[in-house]
């Protein structure tokens, strides 16, 4: 960790991003004018961070609720809600996911592999991160939905069209989560909203999920076994639009030691639209079609160095050789 430039997530985002994290801990209090008495169901119970977001239900499932108004000149403001994964949202995000979908091809295109998921695939996503929220873990997809209804886009208030996720996986460091975010209605790209979304993840979110897990008393707010510390992405080098997002928002490029000589490419005087054949070439001619995965030191524009890698992952689920790079990038939280 010592060798990444901090950014402060996200994304989180957060990762494509199909599994579980886990988090910290705080001091448990009834709400306000709640209680409980025999034969009746207990009350939630607020998790007391410093914005307490975070309640128990009496199964012990994590409640929450973020709210927030994207706003873009020229584009009109968009109210939008972030709640806790319900069974629902699986058929919901598989309308904009999902193999044989409409427009799945133009909205994964950009995201994880570049290809459109099959149905059982989507929904085990979903269903993975109930049973984190079930856990009491927030590790998991925060859906966004829409807070009012837009009949044009045949949105309904609370309907999830899209996630943003922060996930823990044990191959990443410890307090570290792993973004990933998507938006399927591509009517709705470029109006600011997943800026707005995250904005106030890593502003609210983040840092109470920090503060419970530091509290000690909440073993399910753990990531890899420590408080959330950071948050990672990775972006494919063609989806310019969620790096400069990320960026926008504090991510920094995510670095390893490198000597000057390591730089393989340098993309200071390459224009975006050509990055990715540019990174494409320098993998071939390194490491030949059938390389395993190699780690590149690539120079941006602003002088920044990027760690870009290709993930068999990717090359596993059948993604064109074209797409199996990532740009990584950190936050601190």
């Keep these: 960790m010592k060798n990444r430039i901090l950014f402060s997530v996200l994304v989180f985002f957060w990762n494509s991003f199909a599994s579980a994290a886990t988090a910290g801990s705080a001091t448990a209090e009834p709400a306000a004018g709640a209680s409980a008495s025999s034969g009746s169901a207990a009350p939630d119970t607020v998790l007391m961070g410093d914005a307490r977001i975070f309640s128990v239900d009496p199964e012990g499932a994590l409640r929450f609720s973020l709210e927030g108004v994207a706003r873009k000149e020229g584009a009109g403001d968009f109210p939008w809600l972030l709640r806790e994964p319900r069974p629902e949202d699986g058929d919901a995000l598989y309308q904009y996911m999902g193999e044989g979908q409409p427009r799945a091809s133009e909205v994964m295109g950009k995201f994880a592999e570049g290809l459109p998921r099959e149905e059982a695939r989507v929904k085990a996503m979903v269903q993975g991160w109930i049973k984190a929220n079930k856990a009491g873990s927030p590790a998991g997809g925060l859906m966004l939905c829409a807070a009012e209804a837009d009949e044009e886009l045949g949105l309904e208030p609370g309907k999830a069209f ?3 996720a922060v996930l823990g996986f044990d191959s990443k460091p410890a307090g570290v989560g792993f973004l990933a975010f998507l938006i399927g209605i591509p009517e709705l790209w470029g109006r600011g909203i997943m800026g707005s979304v995250l904005k106030t993840v890593i502003e609210k979110w983040a840092p109470e999920v920090k503060v419970l897990g530091e509290s000690g008393e909440h073993p399910e707010f753990l990531f890899q076994g420590a408080p959330l510390s950071g948050i990672e992405a990775c972006v494919r080098p063609d989806n310019i639009a969620s790096l400069v997002l990320l960026m926008r928002h504090g991510a920094l490029p995510l670095t ?64 064109p050789e074209t797409e199996t790079g990532r740009f990584y990038l950190f936050k601190e939280v």
């Design 162 to 164: 899209g996630f943003l």
């Design 256 to 319: 390893k030691k490198c000597e000057a000589e390591d730089v393989l490419v340098d993309l200071s005087e390459v224009e975006h639209s050509v990055w990715i054949s540019v990174l494409r070439d320098a993998y071939l001619d390194r490491v030949g079609p059938e390389g395993g995965q190699q780690y590149f030191y690539v120079r941006g524009p602003e002088g920044e160095i990027f760690v870009y890698t290709r993930d068999p992952q990717y090359v596993a689920a059948g993604a």
